[in-house]
């Protein structure tokens, strides 16, 4: 069937509202995950931690949850109303938050963090199976990227608010806390951002469900599982395999620099927390703004002139484009001019949690969509998030033996990410022009 002949899309007044909405989700759900990068200082002093500790908070005790739990929510949106699987998962996403302010030890503070990985785990698929089914391809690449912008907006949304609460709540003071006692400050600013959560749940019951495509059999009792995605993949593997590859280096890239660049700011450059977490939020704020739409707009340009890869290929490209500023952003001896070369380089690659998924999500039939996105997500969270922030950590502790060396581990990482980006999205190429020819000489 063509696009032009599907007739249960929302309308615009209904899709982009919606859009809205997940993308106020995607900043909540970043901001309760990132935060904690502006209080490393506090939380290693307090538990003893070292780098390579922290990387592994910082990523594996999130990542590994989320992986999980992925294959389990991508079951849930192929067979229930998403609006309530993305509903428990903000309610325990937020508990997870909270609940980190109450750590009093190594393993309560991952155990918590692991509650906050495994309630992110819902958004993602239900987002993606959602919009898939609320726009036609041809306006998928603006509508991922405004939703996905959230995810990058977080980022400078949580520095912003940490570099606040900061001010507030001192993180190494000790602080009266009703019906709890005498709290770290950096315990009290996760309770001050894990609580308010709970509040959006109502906003999810604003949009409207829409109407699977494709997917006659989908709902409860229907028969078509993991085996019908793994089949699927299999037909389609010279695609999907390098796909997931370079996808899975792209958030390694992103997440080591995210997990990272506020103890880079201050460790190394000497800035206070406040003052690096307000410039660096700002930096993190604005340059996904405006680089993931501007980048969703000339993708939906591109694929509506005939050029299908278009999803693969303006990210691998933007990879290569923004890698020069990444580097020189550890190199500078001005820690603003670093702010301003790690916005640009952001600017650059921010566009890789919308397009690679736009190519990906949409080559699937609707009934398999939540599944496909789960694993997705579960290859990208057990890989890219644990692995990114936890490689930074180890060059530091293990090949340069200096913490003051952070920025020249940051390098190597932005180096080797990159290259992992770009070499196997090449290969994608060919495979995704052709799945593009067959599916539309079948439509």
């Not at 937020?94 to 109450?102: D, E, K, P």
């Not at 692995?387 to 180096?415: N, W, Y």
Request: charged share 10%; aromatic share 12%; glycine share 10%.
């Amino acid at each position: 069937m063509n696009e032009s002949d599907a007739p249960s899309y929302p309308s615009p007044f209904a899709a982009w509202p919606a859009v809205g909405i997940m993308f106020l989700l995607a900043v909540l759900a970043i901001l309760d995950r990132s935060i904690m990068t502006l209080l490393v200082g506090p939380i290693k002093h307090d538990l003893g931690l070292s780098d390579t500790e922290m990387g592994l908070i910082l990523g594996i005790a999130l990542a590994v949850p989320n992986g999980l739990m992925s294959p389990f929510v991508g079951w849930a949106v192929d067979r229930y109303p998403r609006r309530a699987v993305i509903a428990v998962g903000v309610a325990v996403w937020s508990v997870g938050t909270s609940f980190t302010g109450l750590a009093s030890s190594v393993m309560g503070l991952f155990a918590a963090r692991g509650v906050i990985g495994a309630g992110e785990a819902s958004l993602a698929p239900a987002q993606q199976s959602m919009l898939s089914d609320m726009f036609p391809k041809s306006q998928l690449g603006l509508a991922f990227s405004v939703t996905n912008m959230g995810w990058k907006a977080g980022t400078g949304v949580s520095l912003l608010i940490a570099a606040s609460l900061v001010s507030l709540f001192p993180p190494t003071a000790l602080i009266d806390v009703p019906l709890v006692g005498q709290l770290a400050g950096w315990k009290v600013i996760f309770l001050a951002v894990g609580l308010p959560g709970f509040l959006f749940i109502p906003l999810i019951y604003l949009m409207k469900e829409p109407a699977r495509h494709g997917a006659a059999a989908s709902g409860p009792g229907s028969d078509s599982g993991f085996r019908d995605y793994f089949a699927f993949f299999g037909r389609n593997w010279r695609f999907l395999l390098p796909h997931h590859i370079g996808f899975l280096s792209f958030v390694a890239l992103f997440a080591s620099v995210n997990a990272w660049m506020p103890t880079f700011l201050t460790r190394v450059h000497g800035m206070s927390a406040q003052t690096a977490g307000g410039w660096l939020g700002t930096a993190m704020l604005i340059a996904p703004l405006i680089g993931m739409p501007l980048s969703g707009a000339i993708a939906d340009y591109f694929y509506r002139r005939g050029v299908t890869d278009i999803h693969i290929r303006f990210p691998m490209f933007t990879a290569l484009a923004g890698l020069p500023f990444g580097i020189a952003s550890f190199l500078v001896a001005d820690p603003y001019m670093s702010i301003l070369l790690i916005a640009i380089f952001v600017f650059f690659i921010a566009c890789y949690t919308s397009l690679p998924l736009v190519a990906a999500i949409t080559s699937f039939p609707g009934r398999l969509r939540g599944k496909a996105s789960s694993i997705i997500i579960l290859t990208c969270s057990t890989g890219g998030i644990a692995i990114g922030p936890l490689m930074v950590g180890r060059l530091t502790d293990v090949v340069f033996r200096d913490p003051d060396k952070l920025g020249s581990s940051m390098i190597v990482a932005t180096c080797v990410f990159t290259f992992f980006v770009t070499v196997p999205f090449a290969f994608a190429l060919a495979p995704l022009r052709a799945f593009k020819r067959e599916e539309a000489a079948q439509a």
